[in-house]
């Protein structure tokens, strides 16, 4: 607004007034417009953006009175502030001015210092309160955009362009009357700093479009150094300063024409938003830089979450590869029973946090191993009733080395249940069906397909078809009732991916 006239709208039936006023105020800082009409006079305000209102307590079709209020009433122009005419001598029109909810008087006969004092008055509390408006939008914005992020927010699924776009949804507007958005946002990438990979975002008939747009930001910005950030913004006027005349240039060459634009830069991120309407301010440079710092810090978080969970696994792996030593070689047996697993708990529906924990945790399964003596694991012949007895021991001895950590109930179910049976004939608590959480019952089949398919001290590994015959039609020693029916249905119908992972995973 700093360079714009204010512009006052006056409506009086006396054309005297009328003129009185239209002199006092016609000067570089306002422009008048005036009517003796309130019909007009509302015509007026849909069609032009009025600052301040005078009315006149008569005018042709109406009085000043019910205008004033109407106005006040109004939920798009009750934020223009209403001046009354009244007569310096009357008091009850002073007072029912501001019963009817005017803003403020203007007394008859004109003082012109008062009358300019006044306007002016008014005309920096107008400022003001689009200020506050203007921030009030701003701070929903980032609400909106910030509730939407962490709503969203999942670390391990994290795509920054999608968070990019949904943050270009939120900022720019949808609808041309909005004053408080941009018309446009330009975006660029890039890993070193050059080579700017940049896309053009506008709202086309309610939808977001996206075009990608040959702007290299390090040929019309000084880019902060790697780590720091810039924010600025630049109305009309600046765009007359040599420096920032080729950027107006390089935009007018993809048809984007500029009338102000606030900007982000970075050495690997910057934003451009373009074409508020109104002059843009350090405000609005200041919600920029909150909007895209939140989600480089979104894109931190997902970054060192994805880094500790990969931690997570793996020492997982450390500790499962640290318990086959005492084992034949199994190769990429703990691998590929995640693959299974993680298959299975898919087509079972279960959410994404357990498909993830079961795919690394279920590689602990046999970790209770480490106790039982190599040449028991290792041995050619079949083991006699007392090895048996000690071998069996492994669920319970792997359940004791996980512990009780909340985040490893996982992987402590699988080690104490996955020689559990659906039909109760498993070990070491012989549970029953339902008894044996899901877990154990998932990475129960996943164990017995791999186990069948990879060469023991004592037989070779049998083949895709035989292992997928023993576990649906059973021999004898491994039998179909063992098995969750809805887990071996899934098996069934799926087995060509087990042998797929099989084959693929193999060494
Ligand atoms: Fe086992
Ligand atoms: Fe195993």
New binding site residues.
């Given amino acids: 607004m700093t360079n714009t006239k204010y512009r006052i709208l006056i409506i009086s039936d006396k054309s005297a007034n009328i003129h009185s006023l239209t002199s006092l105020l016609s000067h570089e800082k306002f422009q008048v417009i005036n009517t003796d009409k309130a019909i007009e006079a509302m015509e007026i305000l849909k069609k032009r953006n009025i600052d301040i209102i005078i009315v006149d307590i008569t005018i042709r079709d109406s009085d000043g009175y019910t205008f004033c209020k109407t106005i006040k009433e109004h939920p798009k122009y009750k934020k223009i502030p209403v001046l009354m005419l009244v007569n310096l001598t009357s008091p009850e029109e002073r007072i029912k001015s501001f019963t009817m909810k005017a803003d403020g008087v203007i007394f008859k006969p004109f003082n012109e210092k008062e009358v300019n004092a006044i306007i002016e008055n008014f005309a920096e509390i107008k400022r003001n309160n689009e200020l506050l408006y203007s921030n009030m939008e701003n701070i929903g914005t980032i609400i909106e955009h910030t509730e939407q992020a962490i709503e969203k927010f999942n670390p391990f699924q994290f795509d920054f362009y999608k968070h990019i776009d949904n943050l270009i949804s939120h900022l720019v507007r949808h609808i041309s009357e909005v004053e408080d958005k941009p018309a446009m946002a330009i975006v660029g990438f890039s890993d070193t700093g050059k080579n700017w990979e940049s896309y053009h975002y506008k709202y086309v008939f309610g939808e977001l479009n996206r075009y990608k747009l040959n702007f290299d930001f390090s040929s019309f910005f000084e880019l902060p150094k790697e780590g720091e950030t810039a924010k600025f913004f630049l109305n009309r006027v600046d765009f007359e300063k040599d420096e920032y005349r080729k950027i107006e240039e390089k935009l007018n060459s993809f048809r984007i024409l500029v009338r102000n634009m606030v900007g982000f830069l970075s050495h690997h991120l910057c934003l451009l938003a373009l074409n508020y309407n109104r002059q843009v301010n350090e405000y609005d440079a200041k919600l920029l830089n909150i909007l895209v710092n939140q989600c480089l810090f979104f894109r931190t978080i997902a970054k060192q979450t994805q880094r500790l969970e990969e931690t997570s696994s793996y020492a997982i792996y450390c500790l499962a590869r640290a318990s086959e030593a005492n084992d034949e070689d199994p190769k990429k047996h703990i691998f590929r029973i995640g693959e299974y697993s993680a298959f299975i708990a898919k087509k079972l529906g279960l959410d994404e946090k357990f498909i993830r924990r079961i795919k690394t945790q279920s590689a602990l ?2 970790v ?2 480490i106790y039982i003596p190599s040449h028991i694991l290792k041995k050619q012949t079949p083991l006699t009733e007392e090895e048996w007895n000690i071998v069996k021991k ?2 319970i001895y ?1 359940g004791q080395i996980i512990g009780n950590h909340p985040l490893f109930s996982i992987a402590k179910n699988i080690a104490l249940t ?2 559990e049976r659906w039909d109760g004939t498993g070990y070491p608590k012989g549970l029953l069906k339902e008894e044996i959480p899901i877990e154990g019952r998932i990475v129960a089949l996943a ?1 017995v397909y791999d186990t069948l398919r990879i060469d023991r001290p004592y037989r070779k590994g049998f083949d895709h078809k035989s292992a997928v015959e023993i576990i649906t039609k059973g021999d004898g020693r491994t039998m179909p009732s063992h098995f969750d029916p809805k887990i071996l249905d899934i098996f069934r119908k799926n087995e060509h991916y087990f042998e797929e992972i099989f084959d693929k995973m193999k060494n």
């Fill in positions: 399964h046999d209770g191993k492994h669920p792997g996955h020689h164990d």
